[in-house]
């Protein structure tokens, strides 16, 4: 492997060295745009120097370049060939034959590395392009990844990163939107007579920022717009089933984030901020009737909590495999009811998420010596309140009459299969369901067979869907006829909470998960009115019963964890590159 990566180094190196000695005869389209770019050396910010020029190159030469002192990762490369494209892009400019080259200069770092400087590339290219230059009234710089779709994604270290930018008299910042709630800090109160700090969704935003004329005011940002919800309470009437269980979990996951706000262990004070905002979050979902949602947001603190509380006592592997052989025998003392036809949704929601604790226990066993401590304990206590979810849901079921007959589904499910099987997939969120869903089928567990293939499938379809569409045109996408079903209403009521958040930053990853969320939504729907007939539009679900000690109560609403659609995607956006558009170049103004 470091063989390769010496040859791929090689090849750029001797590209790059071919091209600096075509640009010494080559024109400038426009002429050198520099900024100061804060990085991350350790635990504290440095200044990163970046400068761009654009040079008119034979075709065959064309292309994003990068001269770095020091090394620069491959992501930093990618990166840099987004940026260039997004810029391109905005600026309606051929690249096939315009050679970009970006200078990165830093005596604090040994390596550049990451994505964190592409919205600051993608700027520089941009003004290369048009020949535009920055505001003369600000010295400007920023941090964030940028997007194919020109959004601006979440990046680490922002406060550092601020500091350093203002040490070397840096006034203007722009970071991405959403940073703040993500970092629970208020960067817009740093804002004073020396520096301002603005948040920006996208490149565009950018751009009418960083070009504007000189004393051309800047624009307010109000961190509270992200909280003004649409209320939902009574849209999704099944959701009712799980209000006072969203409120108990927000209760027991507020108590133990207060625990352990005293602490000063410098692990429980990097996610202390993150868990805030998580919560903070939580309880504002379930103010506005988005229970599955709040829910969903404080199993995930309660996670984060109970795994870091495990690595503050120093657990080893050893202790790791033990807890995993006390979640297993829980899972053996389950026994699961019969369910009327109408309870479909009590019963496949409990088979599911019992498979997948099973096999997110055996996957720990299995990657014991390869993986870390915070990755494998995560994995145990996902499992452990997939399986408190399972005996929940399972408690629920009152049976009566018109009890559902499960091997009358055999040749549903296995059709259900072969559909999945026939989309060829390689991705790994389709094949850990497809995985669950051929071994629920084989132990006669056809409903949730049929629910994770499912999963499966709308996995790959909203792939391929979002691969094809922007993020406004997914949204057209969306079929928005009423849920009847009881995961059909709670998958669908995250989708449209997503849709209204998905300004918050990283707003294509946001996007694809709502969409993915409502063809979820739809094939419960159509799984659960097969079996139970359309009078499942009228069955109302029974009050809950909180008598029993579920531990974390609400674990039932982790189970997008396993699909991927991490409520928060904080600091990754994906990386495609689009086709290069065939427009007309302008020249210097």
């Known amino acids: 492997m470091f063989d390769l990566l010496i040859r791929i ?23 050198f745009t520099e900024m100061v770019v804060p990085a991350i050396n350790g635990d504290h910010g440095v200044a990163t120097y970046i400068s761009a020029s654009a040079y008119n190159v034979p075709q065959k030469e064309a292309g994003t370049y990068i001269d770095v002192d020091p090394f620069f990762s491959i992501d930093t490369q990618q990166s840099a060939k987004i940026a260039t494209q ?8 051929s690249l096939n034959d315009t050679a970009v080259l970006f200078k990165i200069r830093s005596t604090s770092v040994q390596s550049v590395e990451g994505p964190s400087g592409g919205l600051a590339l993608s700027l520089l290219a941009y003004a290369e392009l048009t020949g535009k230059s920055f ?17 601006v994604g979440l990046v680490g270290g922002v406060n550092n990163k601020i500091t350093a930018a203002k040490d070397v008299n840096v006034n203007l910042i722009l970071i991405p939107l959403g940073q703040s709630d993500a970092d629970g ?16 969704k996208n490149f565009s935003e950018a751009v009418s920022i960083v070009f504007a004329q000189p004393t051309t005011p800047l624009p307010v940002f109000n961190r509270t717009s992200y909280y003004d919800l649409r209320d939902v309470r009574g849209v999704y009437p099944k959701t009712e089933f799980f209000k006072d269980l969203a409120q108990n979990q927000l209760k027991i996951s507020q108590n133990a984030f207060e625990s352990i706000l005293s602490s000063s262990d410098p692990s429980i004070q990097q996610n202390k901020r993150i868990m805030q905002r998580t919560l903070q979050e939580a ?8 229970y599955y949602t709040s829910g969903n947001s404080a199993f995930l603190t309660s996670i984060r909590f109970d795994v870091l509380s495990q690595l503050l006592k120093n657990v080893t592997k050893d202790q790791v495999l033990s807890l995993v052989d006390d979640q297993l025998k829980i899972a053996n003392s389950i026994v699961f009811k019969t369910p009327s036809k109408k309870e479909v949704g009590l019963y496949g929601g409990a088979v599911v998420r019992y498979y997948w604790a099973v096999d997110k226990l055996n996957s720990v066993k299995q990657n014991i010596d390869s993986d870390s401590l915070d990755n494998l304990l995560t994995d145990v206590y996902s499992a452990k309140y997939w399986l408190v979810a399972a005996q929940y849901l399972n408690d629920q079921i009152q049976g009566g009459t018109d009890l559902l007959q499960e091997s009358s589904l055999q040749k549903l499910a296995s059709d259900s299969i072969k559909n999945v099987e026939a989309t060829n997939s390689t991705d790994q969120q389709f094949l850990d369901h497809l995985r669950t869903a051929r071994q629920m089928f084989y132990d006669g567990k056809y409903v949730g067979s049929m629910y994770d293939s499912a999963f499966a499938l709308v996995t790959v379809q909203s792939d391929a869907l979002a691969a094809n569409y922007s993020p406004s045109d997914l949204v057209k996408q969306i079929d928005t006829s009423p849920r009847i079903s009881l995961w059909g209403q709670l998958y669908y009521s995250q989708a449209d909470y997503y849709l209204q958040t998905a300004n918050s930053g990283n707003e294509a990853d946001i996007i694809k998960s709502a969409f993915l969320l409502s063809l979820l939504s739809k094939r419960v729907d159509q799984i659960d009115l097969t079996i139970a007939g359309s009078s499942l539009q009228d069955f109302e679900y029974s009050s809950p019963s909180l008598q029993n000690d579920y531990s974390i109560q609400l674990a039932l609403l982790g189970g997008l964890l396993l699909t991927g659609i991490v409520f928060f995607l904080t600091f990754k956006n994906a990386i495609q590159i689009k086709p290069q558009p065939k427009v007309i170049r302008k020249k210097k103004k």
Not at 9 to 31: D, H, Q, T
Not at 135 to 151: A, E, F, L, N, Q
Request: aromatic share 16%.
């Open 9 to 31: 180094w090689c090849i750029f190196v001797r590209k790059l060295l071919a091209l600096l000695f075509i640009l010494s005869f080559s024109f400038y389209i426009s002429g």
């Open 86 to 93: 997004v810029a391109a892009n905005f600026a309606n400019h």
């Open 283 to 290: 309880q504002n979902a379930f103010d506005k009737g988005y």
């Open 185 to 200: 800090i208020d960067y817009s109160a740093i804002n004073d007579s020396k520096v301002k700090v603005i948040e920006v």
């Open 135 to 151: 505001r003369s009234d600000y010295t400007i710089s920023s941090t964030g990844t940028i997007s194919p779709d020109g959004s």
